[in-house]
């Protein structure tokens, strides 16, 4: 069963305007992690943020924020003021067994100027 | 720098040929796994380990074997039974103890059949 969902294969967004990246998980463990990374067209993995499932507040990072709706099993990624380099594909993880990640299958950034 | 080093970074294989990639981590991190990922879609576990000498099956193990002889190193070996063997294959570490310590991935090998 797909653990996690990413609806939005790809997305533009205006320079320095805010974009939202959606991510949809399935667990029954009520201990789990999840994690967003930015893969460049280089190919390397870059981590951005963490949210734990007992974390009572989103997450921030500088320009990231993760909005987190454990209801509704919802960790959606939001990238404030985009710049050109923030061009990438990001994708959403999770943990909730034996230190495994699951991921999505990414959406594709593309910042305009 | 601490880091994950995999090499080599682009590699060709021949038909029936095997190929290991080289994955070394001076992170002191306990966990270490395989990805593949292929052009347009997210990663898949190809094997994990916890600990040195013991490893486990990922979600893609078939054609595919590793090893963990020591912390720092977890090599991944590409069998000829890998009938389709091109793809991004990245290698991450995670301290094994604190479950919202981030993956570190290395910058991957690129593989291809001849």
């Given at each position: 069963a797909q653990k996690i969902t990413q609806t939005q294969p790809g997305m533009f967004v205006q320079e320095k305007e805010a974009v939202t990246l959606d991510c949809t998980y399935d667990t029954s463990d009520p201990s789990y992690g999840l994690f967003w990374y930015k893969q460049p067209s280089s190919g390397e993995m870059i981590f951005l943020i963490y949210q734990g499932s007992y974390d009572q507040q989103n997450a921030t990072e500088g320009r990231y924020s993760l909005n987190f709706q454990k209801a509704r099993k919802s960790a959606n990624l939001v990238i404030s003021a985009?710049?050109?380099?923030?061009s990438a594909m990001y994708f959403c993880a999770m943990r909730d067994d034996d230190y495994k990640l699951s991921f999505g299958a990414g959406t594709t950034v593309t910042v305009r100027a | 720098d601490g880091g994950i080093t995999q090499s080599p970074k682009y590699l060709f294989r021949k038909e029936g040929q095997n190929v290991t990639l080289s994955c070394e981590q001076?992170?002191?991190?306990?966990a270490m796994y395989w990805y593949r990922q292929d052009p347009g879609q997210g990663l898949r576990l190809i094997y994990y380990s916890q600990i040195v000498n013991d490893f486990q099956k990922g979600d893609i193990a078939e054609g595919y074997s590793v090893s963990r002889e020591k912390k720092e190193s977890f090599p991944l070996t590409v069998t000829?039974?890998?009938?389709?063997?091109?793809a991004f294959y990245l290698c991450a570490s995670a301290?094994?103890?604190?479950?919202?310590q981030p993956q570190h991935f290395g910058d991957g090998t690129r593989l291809s059949i001849l």
């Open positions: 985009s710049q050109l380099g923030d | 001076n992170l002191n991190h306990d000829s039974a890998q009938k389709n063997p091109t301290s094994g103890d604190r479950a919202h």
